[in-house]
């Protein structure tokens, strides 16, 4: 039986998840914009995000090493995809698209 006011286990870490994926959506725009460097913006959502209040918003807590996942394997993606997606932009450009 669970204790009132209580939310399942099952719950509680999606919510960890869900907190975790929409830290990991704003890190890689702040990589995005302003060009931080992958280790510095794991260590700063790490310490002063991720279930934190900052500038008056209360962040949730998230689960840190699914954060650290999503974040690695966007940017181990983006490294991989970027140069197919130049390449075919410049061949679109040359044919007048």
Avoid at 63 to 86: C, H, K, N
């Amino acid at each position: 039986m669970k204790a009132a006011g209580r939310k399942p286990r099952d719950e509680r870490k999606a919510n960890r998840r869900g907190a975790a994926r929409l830290a990991a959506v704003q890190a890689l725009y702040q990589m995005d914009i302003a060009g931080t460097p992958i280790n510095e913006i794991l260590a700063e959502f790490e310490s002063h995000w991720l279930g934190r209040e900052v500038e008056g918003s209360q962040y949730l807590p998230a689960e840190a090493a699914f954060f650290r996942q999503i974040v690695e394997g966007v940017v181990d993606a983006q490294r991989r995809l970027d140069p197919d997606i130049s390449g075919i932009r410049h061949r679109r450009i040359g044919r007048g698209r």
